[in-house]
Nanobody, 120 residues
Framework: QVQLVESGGGLVQAGGSLRLSCAAS????????MGWYRQAPGKQRELVAA???????NYADSVKGRFTISRDNAKNTVYLQMNSLKPEDTAVYYC??????????????WGQGTQVTVSS
């Protein structure tokens, strides 16, 4: 079994900052790419940021320059530092990780989601 547990969401005023964390636990052999997605009411889930096992990153255009994704491989944890938050960043944020439980193969796992609300 593999679990992804997120933390760090909450309510913040526009211009403020939040830091999300997501820790993977369980039967893990390797973790490949990790990322953060978000889903606002009435909208499709979208990729916010992703990071490879080697540390390469990519971001949605809407968050470039404001959000930073990082990971601690020793702790099986991925972070999302969110600065200069805007009301349009309001959404449920989901952690995603591609995890191999054995020497071959890997599957995508999702966290339970954490609410981020940015007030104007």
């Amino acid at each position: 079994q593999v679990q992804l547990v997120e933390s760090g969401g909450g309510l913040v005023q526009a211009g403020g900052s939040l830091r999300l964390s997501c820790a993977a636990s369980g039967s893990i052999f390797s973790i490949n790419h990790m990322g953060w997605y978000r889903q606002a009411p009435g909208k499709q889930r979208e990729l916010v940021a992703a990071i490879t096992s080697g540390g390469s990153t990519n971001y949605a255009d809407s968050v470039k320059g404001r959000f930073t994704i990082s990971r601690d491989n020793a702790k099986n944890t991925v972070y999302l530092q969110m600065n200069s938050l805007k009301p349009e960043d309001t959404a449920v944020y989901y952690c995603n990780a591609n995890i191999g439980r054995y020497i071959m193969g890997a599957d995508d796992y999702w966290g339970q989601g954490t609410q981020v609300t940015v007030s104007s």
